[in-house]
């Protein structure tokens, strides 16, 4: 979540869907594939689609809060 709020509020042209697409699909398919080897290794445990479905409802809340912040002109540092 703090990757995508980071994404969002420091952006600053329209490209923020565009980069959390390329994290997203990064850390997804390795969470995926990592989390697939890691229930196998472990037998009768099936924990990825709840850390997947996680990571992207994480995703979502932190680019939600980051470009609602960002319109606003909240947390701004000099």
């Known amino acids: 979540m703090t990757l995508s709020f980071l994404i969002a509020f420091y952006n600053r042209r329209s490209d923020v869907n565009r980069y959390l697409l390329i994290a997203t699909v990064f850390g997804l398919s390795l969470e995926i594939a ?9 037998g009768n445990t099936y924990n990825t689609a709840y850390f997947a479905s996680a990571s992207v409802i994480a995703i979502v ?5 980051g470009v609602k912040l960002r319109e606003a002109g909240k947390l701004v540092w000099n």
């Not at 990592?34 to 472990?42: M, S």
């Open 61 to 65: 809340i932190g680019r939600y809060l």
């Open 34 to 42: 990592v989390g697939i080897v890691a229930d196998l290794d472990r």
